[in-house]
């Protein structure tokens, strides 16, 4: 059914026209929305053992009631939409076809359900029409994580590890993991946020005097981490995102910051500033050039050799060897950490192939972005994401987490927002199509 037809059922039910009850619904969705998209970050909120966080089940209630107002968009990613669901369905393929045959399809199915969520779902969520809703969802979810950063940085300096069961802020080997509980994974959701931040500072909607300190938390979170990936996945996103709205004028302001920057630290800097486990982690693998320095390189290297053994020794084409299933294999009991060898083991070459496309899906957005003319800036919102996105799968596993997608779908909102503004400016008297790419 197309949206119109939607629309159009919805009215003829409701009376034709919004109703009040109908307008104060909206009003409760968009409070419900917010609430889930500040919770996400907190993945250790969730209910039993189950991976169905507070967060979730928000954005569940979100989606009944997008339902119910007839406000569910048939094409979030507009002309994009198309590559998205075939890239869903590819991976679907992939991993149940692989469970059928050589694996638990129970668990094919638990993967897949959680993978619909996160790719699918929120997308149909959080991809809104109005552009004020898109800027609100991006601060919204960076303003919770920044503030996830604050209360991480603070403990870390004085309370510091806690012994005792489970996870904490702080881990035993001094290294900060914030509520996530996990210092890599904490590291990789605020370069993943970072993008946000900066198009809201180079677009003027976040002034200076409030950005530059949220880069300065980012930045001093990332580095507590003594997150290697964490630490290179920050620098590209900056790299990226600079490299995409560079002007000589910019260049030449970063320039003389930085100079200025490293001038200070020569002279009244020194390493021991810095926590001993960044030290020892981060900067003794790049002052020795020995990669094994760099935290558990050594034993992550074994499971992608595993990984590509059974590859070559299966010969997996199609058919993989099933969802959940390389852990039962590998002599470590653990899941490879590399996104891209773990789908092509468990799910075959369609899996692979699917999960790539949802970043092409990114990039004929903004190559659509690109074509009439946007603001580059929106370009490096929705282009920057992607390439961070694709890095971290090197060093995760499955990435069904709501929060690795939800920062994409909010710099594809900020993206399409653009592109909703440009097309008309760029055909006034014709009906607004978007670019395919």
């Known amino acids: 059914m197309s949206e119109a037809s939607m629309r159009t059922a919805h009215q003829l039910h ?36 189950l991976f169905f966080t507070f967060s979730d089940f928000f954005f569940c209630l979100s989606l009944f009631l997008l339902l119910i107002t007839g406000r569910i968009k048939s094409r979030p990613l507009e002309q994009t939409t198309s590559v998205w669901i075939f890239a869903f369905t590819l991976l679907f393929v992939g991993i149940m076809l692989g469970s059928l045959f050589n694996g638990s399809p129970q668990r094919g199915l638990i ?53 005792g069961d489970g996870k904490g802020v702080v881990t035993g080997a001094k290294r900060l993991a914030t509520v996530l509980r996990n210092p890599n994974l904490a590291a990789s959701i605020n370069a993943l946020t970072l993008p946000i931040l900066l198009f809201f500072w180079s677009s003027g909607r976040a002034k200076s005097y409030l950005a530059v300190p949220a880069l300065a938390i980012i930045i001093v979170t990332v580095v507590l981490t003594s997150s290697n990936s964490g630490l290179f996945s920050t620098a590209l996103c900056l790299s990226i995102f600079i490299a995409l709205i560079s002007t000589p004028r910019l260049i030449l302001r970063l320039a003389l910051g930085m100079a200025i920057v490293i001038g200070g630290f020569a002279l009244f800097g020194s390493r021991e500033m810095l926590p001993k486990t960044f030290q020892t982690r981060v900067l003794g693998a790049l002052s020795s050039g020995d990669i094994s320095e760099a935290g558990t390189f050594v034993s992550r290297a074994e499971l992608m050799g595993e990984a590509l053994h059974i590859i070559s020794e299966e010969r997996i084409g199609i058919v993989g060897i099933g969802a959940d299933q390389f852990r039962e294999r590998s002599v470590q009991d653990a899941p490879v950490h590399n996104l891209y060898l773990l789908l092509w083991v468990e799910g075959g070459l369609p899996a692979l192939i699917g999960w790539m496309m949802f970043s092409g899906a990114g990039m004929l957005l903004g190559l659509a972005i690109l074509k009439v003319g946007g603001d580059k800036r929106a370009l490096a919102a929705v282009i920057t994401p992607i390439l961070v996105f694709l890095v971290i799968a090197l060093f995760n596993p499955h990435m069904y987490a709501r929060y690795w997608t939800i920062p994409l779908f909010l710099a594809f909102g900020l993206g399409l927002a653009e592109l909703r503004r440009a097309v008309p400016r760029v055909a006034p008297r014709k009906n607004r199509t978007f670019p395919s790419g």
């Open 14 to 49: 409701f009376g034709g026209q919004p109703s009040r009850t109908n307008t104060h619904l909206a009003a409760i969705e968009r409070a419900v929305v917010y609430l889930g998209v500040f919770l996400a970050p907190y993945a250790t909120l969730r209910f039993s053992e």
């Open 111 to 163: 993967v897949m359900a959680q993978y619909l969520f996160a790719y699918m779902i929120l997308m149909v969520i959080l991809i809104r029409e109005d552009p004020r809703e898109a800027y609100r969802l991006a601060a919204i979810f960076l303003v919770s994580v920044v503030l996830i950063d604050i209360h991480g940085i603070i403990t870390f300096y004085t309370v510091g590890y806690v012994p």
